[in-house]
Each structure stands twice: as C-alpha cells, then as structure tokens.
Antibody, heavy 121, light 109 residues
Framework: QVQLVQSGAEIRKPGASVKVSCQAS????????IHWVRQAPGQGLEWMAW????????NFAKKFQGRVTLTRDTSIGTAYMTLRSLTYDDTALYYC??????????????WGQGTLVTVSS | EIVLTQSPATLSLSPGERATLSCRAS??????LAWYQQKPGQAPRLLIYDASKRATGVPARFSGSGSGTDFTLTINSLEPEDVAVYYC???????????FGRGTKVEIK
C-alpha cells in the first residue's frame, strides 16, 4: 500500500533552517508529484510547493519562493523540503502529499503523518 | 488567486441527519475541486475529487456535486466517526498547488 513517512519533530531558533524528509513506498516514486502543505496550529491548510521526482522539477507558492528548497533522492524514494530563515510564523505541521496520477484535476490522494516544526528562541 | 469560501464554519447535527457543506469559488474552476476530511490529530484524507468522484475506500454516504463556482459535499446519515473538519481544494488556477478553503467543522449533537 502507498505510504508516505515523514521525519520527526524539529525545534529551531529564529533565522535557522530546517530540513524535513518524506519517504515514499508502495508505488513508483518517480511517477507522481510530491507536494508540501503546511498547517499552522489551529489553522487551515496552505500549499507550499511541489517536486516532480522523475526530473527534479519544482514549483513554489510566491510567498515561499527563495526560502524553500525541494530535493529528492530517487534511489531511496525520498523527498526533502528545506525551509530557511525561519520565523515564529513558520511554526506549523508540515505535510508531504502525493498527487493522484489518474485524476486530471490533481488531488492529493495520500498524505504523510506530518512533521511538527517549532520555531522558538 | 482563486479564493474558496466554505460555509457554514461549523455544523452541528444529530447522528443520522444529513450534512450539507458548501464551497464557493471566486472564479470558475470547472470541476477542479476536491474535498478532504481531517479528523483531530490526523492528516487530511481525500474524500472526493473531480467534484463528484469518491476516492478509494470512501463510504457511499459521502457525495460531491457542483461545477463552475458552487460545490457541495453531502454526508448522508451522519455517523459519530464523521466528526472532523472538511476542506475543499481547487487546482484550477494559480498557485500551482491550488488553494484550500478555510474548512467546515462538523460536530455531533
């Protein structure tokens, strides 16, 4: 079965960076886009970026351009999201999600369990 | 950027009742709409995509309808396990990953 397993919770100081991993299994990693979505405490969902594992192509929401880097290691089926210059507003649960390949409208059919990133001095 | 407006913010119903959740888009999005269920402490789960198609394993009491700018998620015969926040999500337009509504919280009386 399809699974996305994310790395554990992180605590960082303001101005630091954090790298979150998302290990995929149960399908061909290169065949589906991986998206990153975050959720601040008690808030809704916010799309951040996607990576196309097959060729490493990326795309970002405007507010994260220049501050987020997405990479992947196809040999181990893992995607990574690095967020730099952290502020208190970046405290959130960060999810990776797989884009459903067979639907033309691109919904996210499998999600990781989420990684809590806390920014605290 | 397309804005999705969900209503009501909270819906409180008794078991067995029908829940009707609305999602309105600021511009036409055709059928590029999905619905997700997020239970407390869990990741979102895809329920409906292409506005009206049920995802794998989703109970038949969940149904989606609509096109253009107005969409509805209906939960027939509400069950206690349906307590969750429901989000709509469009991928018709910028940003590339789409936008989400602010969610409707469904409670059981």
């Amino acid at each position: 079965q399809v699974q996305l397993v994310q790395s554990g919770a992180e605590i960082r100081k303001p101005g630091a960076s954090v790298k979150v991993s998302c290990q995929a299994s149960g399908y061909t990693f290169s065949d589906s886009y991986i998206h990153w979505v975050r959720q601040a405490p008690g808030q809704g969902l916010e799309w951040m970026a996607w990576i196309r594992p097959g060729n490493g192509g990326t795309n970002f929401a405007k507010k994260f351009q220049g501050r987020v880097t997405l990479t992947r290691d196809t040999s181990i089926g893992t995607a990574y999201m690095t967020l730099r210059s952290l502020t208190y507003d970046d405290t959130a649960l960060y999810y990776c999600a797989r884009e459903m390949a067979v639907a033309s409208t691109g919904p996210f059919d499998h999600w990781g369990q989420g990684t809590l990133v806390t920014v605290s001095s | 950027e397309i804005v999705l407006t969900q209503s009501p913010a909270t819906l409180s119903l008794s078991p067995g009742e029908r829940a009707t959740l609305s999602c309105r888009a600021s511009h036409i999005i055709h059928n590029y709409l999905a619905w997700y269920q997020q239970k407390p402490g869990q990741a979102p789960r895809l329920l409906i995509y292409d506005a009206s198609k049920r995802a794998t394993g989703v109970p038949a009491r969940f149904s989606g309808s609509g096109s253009g700018t107005d969409f509805t998620l209906t939960i027939n015969s509400l069950e206690p396990e349906d307590v969750a926040v429901y989000y709509c999500h469009q991928r018709s337009d910028w940003p590339p990953g789409g936008t989400f509504g602010r969610g409707t919280k469904v409670e059981i009386k």
